[in-house]
C-alpha cells in the first residue's frame, strides 16, 4: 500500500527533487529506532493538521516518502523479521565451520608455496646465485610502497602537449604490433619514392604518423618540402638560409619604436609557454622562440602577433628535435647539440608554422573573423549531433564563444 501510494505522488508530482530528513549525530543518538518513529509519525500529524488544506508538496512529499537510510523503514522490518525467522542456529554453526575450513586450507597451500620458493632459491645459491633477505622483503612489499608513493605524491597538472613530448621518446617504447609495422612500413614506402602522393600519405596520416617518420611527413604535408625527391635537399637548404637571412634583415628592429608593443609582448608570453616543461624554460629554447615569433609577426603586418601563436610552435619544434634525440625530449638540454643542428631546427620550425598559419590567417586578422566563424559551426554542428547539451547551454545564456575562443585560438594546443 505504501510503496503505491509513493508511485501516485511521484506521477503527480515528478518535478519534486527529494526530500530531507533529520539526521542524528553522535551526541543525540536515536537509542529506539520504533518509538522515534512513532514520534515523527505523530509530530507530522499534528503538524499536518495544523495547515491548511493548500499544504505544499514538498511537505506532503516528505510526509508520504521515507529515505532508503532511514532507521525505522518499514520494509526494513519486514526483512529483519523474515530473517530472524528464517535464520537457524544450526545453518549458522555449519556456514562458520565451512569458513574455517576454507581458511585452513588456503594457510596451507600458502605454506606448500613459500617451501617452494624456499627450495628454489636454496638450488639458486649451490649455482651461486644469491638473494639477499632484503632484496626478498622489497620483492614482497614492491606492490604496497608503489601504491602508498602513488597516493601520497601530488599529481602533476595535465598538460596536452606532455603527451605529445612523451610520444617522441625513443626509449621505453613497447614492441611494436605487426600493423604497427606495417604501417610504417607503408610510409616509408611512401616518403621514399621517387614523388610522393601526398592526397595517399595525408589518408594514411589520419590516424597518427609514426614517429620515426613525423619530421619528414609534417614538412611534406605542411608544404614545406616539395613532393619531388630530388628536391627536397636544395629547397631545405634555401629555406634555411632565406629565414636566417630574414633574422639578419629584421631582428635588430625589435628595439625601434614601432615594433616595441610587438616584442614586449613576445617576450611576456614566451616564458608562460608551457611553464611546467624544463625544455621551454631553457634560455636557448626561449630565444629560438623569440626570433620565430618577432619575424612572423614582422613579415605579416595583417594581423601581426596575437596572443596564442606562441603555443603553434611547440609542436613543430618538439617533432624536429626529436630527429636528433634520443633520450627524454621533455628535460632535454639543448645547448648539447651542435650550432648547425639548433639552427636547422629553428628554421624548419619557423617555416612549418608560417606555412600553418597561412591557412587559418584570418583567426588572427582584426575581430578574428576566422574564429567567429568556427565557434558558429561548432554552435551547428552541436544543436544537430546533441540538442539536449545546445538547449541546456541556451537555456542558462552560455555562449559558445565564452568556452571555445581558446580551442581555436590555440588549436586545442590548451
Known amino acids: 500500500m505504501a510503496s503505491e501510494n509513493r508511485r501516485q505522488f511521484w506521477k503527480r508530482n515528478s518535478k519534486v527533487p527529494g526530500s530531507i530528513q533529520q539526521v542524528y549525530g553522535a551526541q543525540h543518538p536515536p537509542f529506539d529506532s520504533r518509538p522515534h518513529k512513532n514520534l515523527l509519525k505523530e509530530g507530522s500529524k499534528m ?83 644469491i638473494k639477499s633477505n632484503s632484496e626478498v622483503q622489497l620483492s614482497k612489499s614492491s606492490g604496497r610502497i608503489t601504491l602508498q608513493k602513488q597516493q601520497s605524491l601530488p599529481s602533476r597538472p595535465v598538460i596536452p602537449l606532455v603527451a605529445r613530448i612523451s610520444d617522441q621518446n625513443a626509449s621505453g617504447a613497447p614492441t611494436m604490433t605487426i600493423r604497427e609495422k606495417s604501417r610504417q612500413e607503408k610510409f616509408r614506402q611512401l616518403l621514399t619514392s621517387a614523388h610522393t602522393d601526398l592526397e595517399e600519405l595525408r589518408k594514411y596520416s589520419w590516424s597518427g604518423v609514426p614517429r620515426e617518420v613525423r619530421s619528414v611527413t609534417w614538412r611534406l604535408l605542411s608544404g614545406y618540402l616539395p613532393a619531388n625527391m630530388e628536391r627536397r635537399e636544395i629547397t631545405l637548404q634555401r629555406k634555411r638560409e632565406e629565414y636566417f637571412g630574414f633574422i639578419e634583415q629584421y631582428y635588430d628592429s625589435r628595439n625601434e619604436e614601432h615594433h616595441q608593443d610587438t616584442y614586449r609582448q ?20 626561449q630565444e629560438i622562440f623569440e626570433r620565430i615569433l618577432f619575424i612572423w609577426a614582422i613579415r605579416h603586418p595583417a594581423s601581426g602577433y596575437v596572443q596564442g601563436i606562441n603555443d603553434l610552435v611547440t609542436p613543430f619544434f618538439v617533432v624536429f628535435l626529436s ?31 608560417s606555412k600553418l598559419l597561412d591557412g587559418i590567417q584570418d583567426n588572427y586578422t582584426f575581430a578574428q573573423p576566422g574564429i567567429q566563424k568556427k565557434v558558429k559551426a561548432l554552435e551547428e554542428l552541436i544543436s544537430r549531433i546533441d540538442e539536449q547539451v545546445h538547449i541546456h547551454f541556451r537555456k542558462y545564456e552560455v555562449e559558445y564563444l565564452q568556452f571555445a575562443f581558446r580551442w581555436m585560438n590555440n588549436l586545442l594546443m590548451r
Open 266 to 285: 613576445i617576450h611576456i608570453d614566451i616564458p608562460r609557454t608551457n611553464p611546467l616543461i624544463p625544455l621551454f624554460q631553457q634560455p636557448s629554447v
Open 47 to 129: 503538524y499536518t493538521q495544523s495547515k491548511s488544506k493548500r499544504a505544499s508538496s514538498f511537505h506532503e512529499f516528505a510526509k508520504s516518502t521515507s529515505d532508503a537510510w532511514d532507521i525505522g523503514d518499514d520494509e526494513e522490518e519486514e526483512f529483519m523479521s523474515v530473517a530472524s525467522q528464517g535464520l537457524n542456529s544450526k545453518v549458522a554453526m555449519a556456514t562458520a565451520a565451512q569458513v574455517i575450513q576454507n581458511h585452513n586450507k588456503l594457510k596451507d597451500q600458502t605454506g606448500e608455496k613459500m617451501h617452494q620458493s624456499e627450495s628454489i632459491d636454496e638450488s639458486k645459491t649451490n649455482g651461486k646465485v
Open 323 to 353: 630527429e636528433h634525440v634520443e633520450e627524454d625530449v621533455e628535460n632535454f638540454d639543448v645547448t648539447n647539440l651542435s650550432e648547425a643542428v639548433q639552427r636547422n631546427i629553428e628554421a624548419d620550425s619557423f617555416w612549418c608554422m
